[in-house]
């Protein structure tokens, strides 16, 4: 973790923020001092995140977005930056995903996934770098990743195909906006406990076992564990980081060689 104050003075917004990941890193991020917008489509959730997070003593605003509408994503910004006077950190953490083959998918599911991944990432990614260009500072701006987008994903062609744009994207951005030292980076991780991905994704305590058959640490990682990094990664500690895609996930995204079964 690091030091309490690393983040002091700084405003974040989490896409996504009310529940899983996207809780865990406010939480962290508030700790470290910054004050915080939560933006999620469920205002309910909202409510219940900001009780948690206002416990670390900062401020907390949330706003119910849906990251899919530009309109809606330009008024989370004009809403951010008239209670905080400006942004300093954005995490596009909002995602959609569900198990379907592909010769099965509908439009809308393709559409639904590609929409809030990919499309949300652009459209919250560039609202608020023209905000923070216009205040002259430096930011930071972090994705989330997968890695079956650059290995591919069975039952899951819809995300694979949304984070590979993502993938991309933060590449891309991060030369661009480089020069208004705006950085962009990815984390990638992998099944993490308490989070929506695991509880759809593999639901059942079988499937679970089946994950961490691949997993060289045994174990799924913490959603403390991806705070933690996602921390790091929008702190000055990694004020030379940009364009990099870090993955968390025991290994497993290695874990492919023909004596891994022994290990």
């Not at 987008?149 to 951005?173: D, E, F, I, R």
């Not at 994950?211 to 790091?232: C, D, F, G, M």
């Not at 980081?241 to 993955?247: I, L, P, R, S």
Request: net charge neutral; glycine share 8%; with cysteine.
């Amino acid at each position: 973790m690091l030091p309490e104050g690393s983040l002091k003075g700084k405003v974040a917004i989490v896409t996504g923020g009310a529940t899983g990941l996207g809780e865990a890193m406010a939480k962290e991020y508030a700790r470290l001092g910054a004050d915080i917008v939560i933006a999620s489509r469920k205002q309910e959730k909202l409510d219940e995140a900001k009780k948690e997070i206002e416990k670390y003593g900062t401020k907390v605003k949330t706003i119910q977005v849906d990251v899919r509408e530009p309109d809606q994503v330009e008024r989370m910004v004009i809403e951010t930056v008239s209670a905080f006077g400006r942004i300093d950190i954005l995490v596009n953490n909002a995602a959609g995903n569900f198990l379907v083959k592909a010769i099965d998918m509908s439009t809308n599911a393709w559409n639904t996934v590609i929409n809030i991944v990919l499309n949300g990432t652009w459209y919250c990614s560039q609202s608020v770098a023209k905000q923070m260009i216009a205040q002259g500072t430096s930011g930071a701006i972090l994705n989330v990743g997968a890695t079956y987008a650059w290995t591919g994903g069975p039952l899951t062609a819809h995300s694979a195909a949304a984070k590979a744009g993502v993938s991309a994207l933060t590449k891309t951005l991060a030369v661009e906006w480089a020069p208004h030292n705006i950085r962009v980076n990815m984390i990638t991780p992998g099944p993490t406990e308490d989070t929506g991905a695991v509880s759809q994704l593999w639901a059942s305590p079988e499937q679970e076992e089946e994950i961490l058959k691949n997993v060289p640490a045994h174990r799924l990682s913490t959603r403390q564990e991806v705070a933690n990094l996602a921390s790091y990664l929008v702190s000055d500690y990694a004020s030379y980081v940009t364009g990099a895609n870090h993955v968390i996930d025991g290994g497993s995204w290695l874990n492919k060689g023909r004596y891994k079964d022994d290990l």
